[in-house]
């Protein structure tokens, strides 16, 4: 069966911290897909990023970076010089090569204080 | 471009009444998937379609629950007769299949539909 398990349910961080929020995942494919979407408090759901499991190389973009690790089946998500519009909830969402479903996360709740 | 688009965005019913939820899904994008969200059960799929085709709807709640595909550019979720625990915010994905044919490649969101059920 596959599962996301996101551990922190809110975070709560000052502005210009670095924060970072865990996904840990569990699967049998040994292809999948990782994902991170952002969910503002205007509600909507917005993909961040996308990686496959052959794919271990950490990607950066911007203030965003992200650190895939197989070994410990975690995708991680680090926020650098967190801002306030980072608020929002974060899911992390898994899916496999036989299986057109996402399996989302519970979500984190970030909450970046001025 | 223009994304998902859903409609409505806000609907407020009684108890009883039908309730139909919209879709448009990107252009090009033949993989179509309904989301409910609530707070205490999250993120849940409720139905996808390939190429309009109903591929698994075991997240359909029970029978009052309905989703049609009629063409690559349209989709419904029906509701009949609506009650108030059905009260939620649904969302609407498309993705494009990619190489393999299979949704498998990134979903994007519509804003949501937000439904209370009186």
């Known amino acids: 069966a596959q599962k996301v398990t996101q551990a922190q349910t809110e975070i709560s961080v000052v502005e210009k911290e670095d924060v970072t929020l865990d996904c840990v995942y569990e699967t049998r494919d040994t292809t999948y897909y990782l994902f991170w979407y952002k969910q503002p408090p205007s509600g909507e759901l917005v993909f961040l990023i996308r990686?496959?499991?052959?794919?271990?190389q950490n990607e950066i973009s911007g203030r965003y970076s992200w650190n895939f690790q197989k070994s410990t089946s975690s995708f991680n998500f680090t926020i650098t010089a967190s801002q306030v519009v980072d608020s929002a909830v974060y899911f992390c969402?898994?899916?496999?090569?036989?299986?057109?479903?996402?399996?989302f996360g519970t979500g984190t709740r970030l909450q970046v204080f001025p | 471009d223009a994304g998902v688009i859903q409609s409505p965005r806000h609907e407020v019913t009684e108890m009883g009444q039908e309730v139909t939820l919209r879709c448009k899904p990107i252009s090009g994008h033949n993989s179509l998937f309904w989301y409910r969200q609530t707070m205490m059960r999250g993120l849940e799929l409720l139905i996808y379609?390939?190429?309009?085709?109903?591929?698994?709807d075991s997240g359909m709640p029970e029978d009052r629950f309905s989703a049609k595909m009629p063409n690559a550019s349209f989709s419904t979720l029906k509701i009949q007769p609506s009650e108030p625990r059905d009260s939620a915010v649904y969302f609407c994905a498309s993705s494009w299949p990619g190489r393999s044919g299979r949704g498998i490649d990134t979903q994007y969101f519509g804003p949501g539909t937000r439904l209370t059920v009186l």
């Open positions: 969402a898994l899916s496999g090569i036989n299986t057109d479903k996402l399996i």
């Open positions: 379609f390939n190429n309009n085709v109903p591929i698994d």
């Open positions: 990686r496959n499991s052959f794919d271990e």
